[in-house]
């Protein structure tokens, strides 16, 4: 299968800790996108890459959250110091940035985050 | 600042009926786009249509279409003859200006759940 696929898909950890989660967008795509859905409600935008270039993540929700994509393949989103609001869907998508595919989105699974 | 707005929150239907999902939009941009996108229990997010705001001409695929009214600022869905394999939550999205969803990423309304019963 060649979709996008994010690890870990479930994470438990306690506040404080640090959690990292993994992205491996569709080869050919090079754009990269983190949203975040919590329950009941539509994703989230918080970031975007072209390439390597991260050309969009003043909607990142705080400075404990960071995402790398450092040789334009995957990607990781970090989030430091963990805090019970931040349990979560943490969904990784990816596209191709030509105007015709623009807002085409190839979502994954998703890495759910549980802070206790 | 965009907004969607799905209304409905939760849709149960007998399979065959033909059902509509409303979504109304905000934006200041004369140059938008506007997007479905379904979640299936397995959660998964998949793309199921994009629209621009300059083509308002409706469109059919399937059992699927979509009614674009930039009058009203609505862009609803409708499944006509409902199988049980569409209950999923599906969602209206939204991006601005020129990126059509890249830079400024998509602004997705909080969906509307189906249920098909059978």
């Known amino acids: 299968d060649t979709g996008v696929s994010q690890n870990p898909r479930h994470k438990i950890t306690k506040r404080g800790q640090n959690v990292t989660f993994r992205c491996d967008p569709i080869s050919e795509h090079n754009r990269l996108y983190w949203y975040r859905q919590t329950l009941g409600q539509g994703p989230e935008f918080l970031t975007y890459f072209q390439n390597e270039a991260q050309l969009e993540k003043s909607r990142l929700l705080s400075d404990r959250f960071s995402a790398e994509r450092p040789k334009g393949s995957f990607s990781t989103l970090e989030i430091q110091r963990t805090e019970q609001g931040d349990s979560a869907m943490y969904l990784c998508?990816?596209?191709?940035?030509?105007?015709?595919?623009?807002?085409?989105?190839?979502f994954g699974e998703g890495s759910r985050l549980t802070v206790l | 600042a965009q907004k969607v707005t799905q209304a409905q929150t939760e849709i149960s239907v007998v399979e065959k009926e033909d059902v509509t999902l409303d979504c109304v939009y905000e934006?200041?941009?004369?140059?938008?786009?506007l997007f479905w996108y379904k979640q299936p229990p397995s959660g998964e997010l998949v793309f199921l249509i994009r629209?621009?705001?300059?083509?308002?001409q409706n469109e059919i695929s399937g059992r699927y279409s979509w009614n674009f009214q930039k009058s009203t600022s609505s862009f609803n869905f409708t499944i006509t003859a409902s199988q049980v394999v569409d209950s999923a939550v599906y969602f209206c999205?939204?991006?601005?200006?020129?990126?059509?969803?890249?830079?400024?990423?998509?602004?997705f309304g909080k969906g509307t759940h189906l249920i098909i019963q059978p």
């Open positions: 934006t200041r941009d004369t140059t938008y786009y």
């Open positions: 998508a990816s596209s191709l940035a030509f105007r015709g595919k623009s807002g085409e989105l190839f």
């Open positions: 999205a939204l991006s601005g200006g020129y990126s059509g969803g890249g830079a400024d990423g998509l602004t």
């Open positions: 629209r621009n705001s300059f083509d308002e």
